[in-house]
């Protein structure tokens, strides 16, 4: 007997996971390896941590659609950063993490046999999307275009089975930050084909040289066909919280409150009495991490430049480079096992992404000691990544020692 439904059967974990474990086999073998990633790694503010201590002492739990107080406070920060009024009450469903709420998204909305229209590259949620027996389709974008969204791409694959247009804004892994005009091409677009514009925001507080992010929530006209999704993780440096949160019509929200209700009942309660405290407490942390990831991305971004057979957009936001390694002679495959077992940086290859060729994603979420040894041992590893490569080399390669 097979204890597998055959959509599940073809699930691999994410990539992220089989990197972690990877590293961690590394490191039992010697390997110092780095600790870089795309999540924060500044702690909350001390006023979260003290609420998240008080609320333990209390033994409550909330609403299956969330803490009304995290609500209200979410609907507050929207009216006052995009000025648009959503009801705390029936348009906002606080979820665990971001992801959740993409698979409720998800599991909600579609069919059997339905299309999902994301881009290549993109963030994993075809997975979800598979998950839920529906088809991801892929439009692809260009790195000689910047990565930016392409309408023409997108039209060249919407069909009568389209039901939602997956956006990421800031994308990941692209790192490119979506003008006014083209989020609301996007919108446009889903207008134009009558699809649920499902958009990721999660990277909203991490932008940078001076640029805005525009939110689908600035604009009302289409407030029937967004969802957006934000989360705890980046936005307040909360990841192991697990808290996120999506904002969609009244119909949505309360659809997908029961599907939440019937899988978990309710979030933890302590989480988001920490979260409250991180919307409605002092900011001047919030608002220091995102100029703390554009400094590591300059401080990377003055290593690579000295680094040849490698390109890459400059990331406007987000957390990682988005690098093109085919000019090294070397897989991305490759390429990443050998960052990590010699040079101990952990990076995740482009098909990861659903991209084909030679890519990394290089995340610099670091402190200052990471991000000082990444810096070092960048341009070391990637010029003896193309030596190793070089024909004549390939006979006498022997690894270089992580230093
Ligand atoms: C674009 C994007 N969306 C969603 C998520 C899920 O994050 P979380 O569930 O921690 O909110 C991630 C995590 O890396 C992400 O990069």
Redesign the pocket.
């Known amino acids: 007997m097979s204890w597998h439904r055959p959509i599940y059967r073809p699930l691999t974990p994410p990539v992220?996971r089989q990197v972690i474990a990877k590293s961690e086999e590394a490191a039992a073998r010697g390997v110092e390896v780095l600790e870089i990633s795309?999540?924060p790694w500044q702690l909350p503010g001390a006023n979260v941590l003290r609420a998240a201590q008080e609320a333990a002492t209390r033994t409550r739990r909330a609403p299956a659609q969330g803490l009304p107080e995290l609500r209200r406070a979410i609907a507050e920060r929207i009216a006052k950063v995009n000025g648009q009024t959503v009801s705390p009450d029936s348009e906002i469903l606080i979820t665990?993490?971001?992801?959740?709420?993409?698979w409720l998204v998800m599991l909600g909305l579609l069919n059997e046999g339905d299309e999902v229209l994301m881009t290549s590259p993109g963030?994993i949620?075809d997975s979800l999307v598979r998950l839920a027996g529906a088809h991801p389709v892929f439009a692809s974008l260009r790195e000689s275009e910047g990565w930016r969204i392409n309408i023409d791409s997108l039209e060249a694959q919407v069909t009568e089975r389209t039901r939602i247009l997956y956006f990421?804004n800031p994308?990941?892994p692209t790192g490119t930050v979506a003008t006014q005009e083209e989020v609301l091409s996007v919108l446009e677009f889903c207008e134009r084909h009558d699809l649920f514009c499902v958009l990721?925001e999660?990277?909203d507080t991490q932008v940078f040289d001076g640029l805005t992010h525009v939110s689908a929530l600035s604009f009302a006209d289409w407030k029937h066909r967004v969802v957006v999704?934000q989360?705890?993780?980046?936005s307040y440096a909360m990841?192991g919280w697990?808290?996120?949160n999506l904002v969609g019509p009244s119909g949505v929200v309360s659809h997908l409150t029961q599907l939440l209700q019937w899988t978990m009942l309710d979030l933890p309660y302590v989480t988001q009495v920490a979260g409250t405290e991180a919307v409605t407490g002092p900011q001047d942390w919030v608002q220091q991490l995102g100029p703390d990831f554009q400094r590591n991305r300059d401080r990377i971004l003055r290593e690579l430049q000295t680094v040849s057979g490698v390109s890459y957009v400059v990331p406007q936001g987000?957390a990682f480079f988005f690098i093109n390694v085919s000019g090294l002679g070397v897989t991305s495959q490759t390429l990443a096992r050998d960052l990590r077992d010699l040079y101990g940086i952990p990076v995740y290859p482009g098909y990861n992404y659903n991209i084909r060729g030679e890519y990394v994603r290089l995340a610099f979420g670091a402190n200052e000691a990471n991000l000082e040894a990444l810096a070092r041992r960048l341009p070391v590893a990637l010029a003896d990544a193309a030596r190793r490569s070089a024909p004549s080399a390939q006979r006498m390669a022997r690894p270089s020692p992580v230093r």
Not at 96 to 102: A, I, Y
Not at 231 to 234: C, I, P, R, V, Y
């Open positions: 992220f795309a999540v665990n993490g971001s992801m959740h709420g993409l963030f949620v990421c994308d990941n990721d999660v990277f999704v989360s705890f993780t980046k990841p697990r808290l996120g987000g």
